[in-house]
Nanobody
Framework: VQLQASGGGLVQAGGSLRHACAAS????????MAWFRQAPGKEREFVAA?????YYADSVKGRFTITKDNAKGTVYLQMNNLKPEDTAVYFC???????????????????WGQGTLVTVSS
């Protein structure tokens, strides 16, 4: 299984960007697909996940929206009202058998896509 991510870029604060992540050979219909990010000098952190419904980190609630096309095995992350603190490399991830209490744990995801850089200027 490969996860192919696209999106990212440079945007001014208050702007929007959209990521997409397509899984080859799998739809993860019964699993979870998620986004994590890692800012310079910081640890990787959970952003959002989709497993039958959406889950968000508090820092992005109300600004980011995760959606999934089950038929295509593709997950999207719409990022609105971006802030400079959203600057990071964003990674998509996918896994099976996750329980809800661990859906924010990066260690629970088996498959990872390449990172895409998002830079938000003030």
């Amino acid at each position: 299984v490969q996860l192919q991510a696209s999106g990212g870029g440079l945007v001014q604060a208050g702007g929007s960007l959209r990521h997409a992540c397509a899984a080859s050979g799998r739809t993860f219909r019964n699993g979870a697909m998620a986004w994590f990010r890692q800012a310079p000098g910081k640890e990787r952190e959970f952003v959002a996940a989709f497993r039958r419904t959406e889950y968000y980190a508090d820092s992005v609630k109300g600004r980011f929206t995760i959606t999934k096309d089950n038929a295509k095995g593709t997950v999207y992350l719409q990022m609105n009202n971006l802030k400079p603190e959203d600057t990071a490399v964003y990674f998509c991830a996918a896994g099976d058998g996750l329980i809800l209490s661990t859906i924010t744990w990066g260690t629970q995801y088996t498959y990872w896509g390449q990172g895409t850089l998002v830079t938000v200027s003030s």
